[in-house]
């Protein structure tokens, strides 16, 4: 596609229940990247992805807290047992390879609100 | 530990104002500077970036200089437009990723006609 796609754009659950969010990277990327954001914080790292595997999960809070990959294409992050501490925006990005000085294409985020 | 502290917003100008917004940083080691703009509705995009000291970033009228000594890449643009109303993030990365980028917690700029 021409740039990062996620959706929904907003989602709000209640407290307990499970959710997924899905993340579309640029047709070709092999490399993907979660973030999110809470409210009046800096973007955290949460997962990296090279194809279909996950080199780096430090970034994961919780075991409440999961993602997967299909191939070098869609991936969902899945959030379990949701807590209100879980409201944030959570930003996808992608890049060309992974390579250190590669340039990350983000999408507009989902904003999760937990009640 | 890594941090980003950047000038708290929101910050709003009128056009052709002159806009500066502080970013310092902490780093254990040289890191690489960036700026990345997110408009309304859109996706976080780097706006410039540069990688080591003196270095100056720029682009779309905005700039920015590594400053070492005082551990600051500050953004400034000479004019701003209505269109450049957006949350501005300062960050920096250090080692051989691309990705644990270490994010400021953004400052909103709205600029009025």
């Known amino acids: 596609g021409a740039g990062v796609s996620q959706s929904p754009s907003n989602k709000v659950t209640e407290k307990g229940k499970d959710v997924e969010l899905r993340c579309d990277p640029i047709?070709?990327?092999?490399?993907l990247y979660w973030y999110r954001q809470r409210l009046g914080q800096g973007l955290e790292f949460l997962i990296y992805?090279?194809?279909?595997?996950?080199?780096?999960k430090s970034g994961l809070p919780s075991d409440r807290f999961s993602a997967e990959r299909t191939g070098e294409s869609v991936s969902t992050l899945t959030i379990q047992r949701t807590q209100q501490e879980d409201s944030a925006v959570y930003l996808c990005?992608?890049?060309?390879?992974?390579?250190?000085?590669?340039?990350?294409?983000f999408g507009s985020g989902t904003q999760l609100s937990v009640l | 530990g890594n941090s980003v502290t950047q000038m708290e917003g929101p910050v709003t100008l009128s056009e052709e104002a002159f806009l500066t917004i502080n970013c310092t940083y902490t780093?254990?080691?040289?890191?690489?500077l960036f700026w990345y703009v997110q408009y309304p509705g859109e996706g976080l995009q780097l706006l410039l970036k540069?990688?080591?000291?003196?270095d100056k970033g720029s682009n779309k009228g905005f700039e920015a200089t590594y400053r070492k000594e005082t551990t600051s890449f500050h953004l400034e643009k000479g004019s701003v437009q209505v269109s450049d109303s957006a949350v501005y993030f300062c960050?920096?990365?250090?080692?051989?990723?691309?990705?644990?980028?270490?994010f400021g917690k953004g400052t909103l700029l709205t600029v009025n006609p």
């Open positions: 990005a992608s890049s060309s390879s992974g390579g250190a000085n590669e340039k990350l294409f």
């Open positions: 047709s070709g990327h092999t490399a």
């Open positions: 992805f090279q194809g279909n595997s996950a080199p780096d």
């Open positions: 780093a254990t080691g040289y890191p690489s």
């Open positions: 540069a990688t080591k000291a003196d």
């Open positions: 960050a920096l990365l250090l080692g051989g990723s691309n990705y644990k980028l270490t």
